[in-house]
């Protein structure tokens, strides 16, 4: 039973418009939440992350939303650049020191 | 800083084989993780540690056993290997639950 879920196995996006990749999760016991990012043959790296205290989290190009509620987190990436193509990771952990992630959303950002 | 180093960065086994993969981290982290990355499946936990000489199960453990005899390093064991563990593996550490994970490079490992 997968417990954070990312739905789009792709996206792609115009160079310099809005990324948006979205995440679901069934566990109402997690209440951290990172975002990843990976290229090939290289290890995932953190990108951003948001506690379940808060509803939105800003760095830089890159912020997160987290809708409790609904279970649903997304990344917001603005601008797109080139650089941004790469698989996106959403992870998720809770007491139990798990850190659990989704299955990736591979972004292509088009020139 | 090296971060989290992985060895070997790749390994063919044939079915039955035995082998250990070492991750270290010199950051002092207190957790440290094994993933596994398939295609269409993510990175999926196979057992984490939250401190040295504590280990704990994963979401997919069976086949896999680990120790943290040292507080720097988390080996991951593979008793017999099988067609089924041809996958790449990942390494991480963190400073608690609630700190980013630090990623290795990861090891591809098959098994024929």
């Known amino acids: 039973d997968q417990q954070v879920k990312q739905n789009s196995p792709s996206l792609s996006v115009q160079e310099g418009r809005i990324s948006i990749l979205n995440c679901d999760y069934t566990n109402s016991m997690f209440d951290y939440f990172l975002w990843y990012k990976k290229y090939p043959a290289e290890g995932p790296t953190f990108l951003i992350s948001?506690?379940?205290?808060?509803d939105k989290n800003e760095d830089g190009r890159f912020t997160v939303f987290l809708n409790k509620s609904a279970k649903h987190l997304s990344l917001h990436i603005v601008p797109s650049q080139p650089g941004d193509s790469a698989v996106y990771f959403c992870a998720a952990s809770a007491s139990d020191d798990k850190i659990i992630f989704g299955k990736g959303t591979r972004l292509h950002i088009l020139p | 800083n090296a971060g989290v180093t992985q060895t070997p960065k790749f390994r063919v086994l044939k079915t039955g084989q035995s082998m250990t993969l070492l991750c270290a981290q010199d950051?002092?982290?207190?957790?440290m993780y094994w993933y596994r990355q398939d295609p269409g499946m993510g990175l999926r936990l196979i057992h984490y540690s939250v401190g040295e000489g504590t280990t704990a199960k994963g979401e997919v453990p069976d086949g896999y056993n680990v120790s943290r005899l040292k507080k720097q390093n988390f080996l991951l064991g593979l008793e017999s290997a099988a067609p089924s563990q041809t996958s790449v593996y990942f390494c991480?550490?963190?400073?608690?639950?609630?700190?980013?994970?630090?990623f290795g490079n990861g090891t591809r490992l098959t098994v024929t």
């Open positions: 950051m002092n982290h207190e957790y």
């Open positions: 948001i506690s379940s205290i808060k």
């Open positions: 991480a550490s963190s400073y608690n639950a609630y700190s980013p994970l630090h």
